[in-house]
């Protein structure tokens, strides 16, 4: 493998794996070659609370059409949902409201 940089970032949530629901604590992010997925390269995105061990993992292998795909689902989806409960935790800016929207204007399937 020619494992690519590893991005991560402290998250605050919670995923599904074998074991049922867990605390999710850190994001990893990277464009490598995946582990099942059937693709040449993917956005391999893991879900990990690593004080539980290896059973409190959700790893997820996306095509990069399909993550980019996803990127903007989630902005459209965080600036509905603010627009619709002024904003979790915080405001949208009328930066980031122009950014999502232009999003959206150009979206493409999955």
Request: with cysteine.
């Amino acid at each position: 493998m020619c494992a690519g940089t590893i991005e991560t970032a402290k998250v605050e949530g919670s995923a599904k794996g074998a074991r049922g629901w867990f605390p999710v604590q850190r994001a990893q992010v990277v464009y490598d070659h995946p582990f099942h997925a059937q693709l040449d390269e993917a956005l391999i995105v893991d879900f990990v609370n690593a004080e539980r061990g290896a059973g409190a993992r959700v790893s997820v292998e996306l095509s990069p059409e399909s993550a980019r795909g996803l990127v903007r689902l989630i902005e459209a989806a965080l600036l509905d949902g603010e627009r619709r409960h002024g904003g979790a935790g915080g405001t949208v800016t009328s930066n980031r409201r122009a950014k999502a929207q232009a999003n959206l204007d150009t979206r493409t399937p999955l």
